[in-house]
T-cell receptor, first 113, second 111 residues
Framework: DVKVTQSSRYLVKRTGEKVFLECVQD?????MFWYRQDPGLGLRLIYF???????EKGDIPEGYSVSREKKERFSLILESASTNQTSMYLC????????????FGQGTRLTVV | GEDVEQSLFLSVREGDSSVINCTYT??????LYWYKQEPGAGLQLLTY?????DMKQDQRLTVLLNKKDKHLSLRIADTQTGDSAIYFC???????????FGGGTRVLVKP
């Protein structure tokens, strides 16, 4: 069973703090993704990675960065948290060339106060 | 870039059929997916269809694709209360690649 694990279900951080969201997958997937989910907007892609030490900007990368030092781990970093980054963050992983799904973590609900 | 649109809300009576619609803009979208999200949970893949198919049936689920109109639909037969959730349409240009999601349709099943 593929498992994508996000380090926290709920986080409350203060404006200006540096925030780390961690994601680990256990199925040797090449591809990893960070999305944020907001009501009515669906999921929007922040950053993705198709290989270790590789990263690409998604549709809404501003205010975020990522790190992928190991294949199984993909970290999302909020350099200086702001209230408009209050959201649900979802990590996903997938295999290249496979027709089936991306596997999602349970999500981290981040509140910035 | 790619744009994927869905209606926000659908209310249906238990036992009836539900139809959730989705439109997308990029004709090079090759893989089209339906995901389900139950309260407090991550996303779970329900089904998917390739762009060279018109229809796919999987138990109570039927996916229809009109490639000319860039329209995708998901029909759930004999809708149950356990089908109450948010349903997301998503598209991709290559298998395993990044997904573009619609805004999600919240389905409420009334007894």
């Amino acid at each position: 069973d593929v498992k994508v694990t996000q380090s926290s279900r709920y986080l409350v951080k203060r404006t200006g703090e540096k925030v780390f969201l961690e994601c680990v997958q256990d199925m040797d997937h090449e591809n990893m993704f960070w999305y944020r989910q907001d009501p009515g907007l669906g999921l929007r892609l922040i950053y993705f990675s198709y290989d270790v030490k590789m990263k690409e900007k998604g549709d809404i990368p501003e205010g975020y960065s990522v790190s992928r030092e190991k294949k199984e781990r993909f970290s999302l970093i909020l350099e200086s948290a702001s209230t408009n980054q209050t959201s649900m963050y979802l990590c996903a992983s997938s295999l290249t060339g496979r027709t089936t799904e991306a596997f999602f973590g349970q999500g981290t609900r981040l509140t910035v106060v | 870039g790619e744009d994927v649109e869905q209606s926000l809300f659908l209310s249906v009576r238990e036992g009836d059929s539900s139809v959730i619609n989705c439109t997308y803009t990029d004709s090079s979208s090759t893989y089209l997916y339906w995901y389900k999200q139950e309260p407090g949970a991550g996303l779970q893949l329900l089904t998917y269809i390739f762009s060279n198919m018109d229809m796919k049936q999987d138990q109570r689920l039927t996916v229809l694709l009109n490639k000319k109109d860039k329209h995708l639909s998901l029909r759930i037969a004999d809708t149950q209360t356990g089908d109450s959730a948010i349903y997301f349409c998503a598209v991709s240009k290559a298998a395993g690649n990044k997904l573009t999601f619609g805004g999600g349709t919240r389905v409420l099943v009334k007894p």
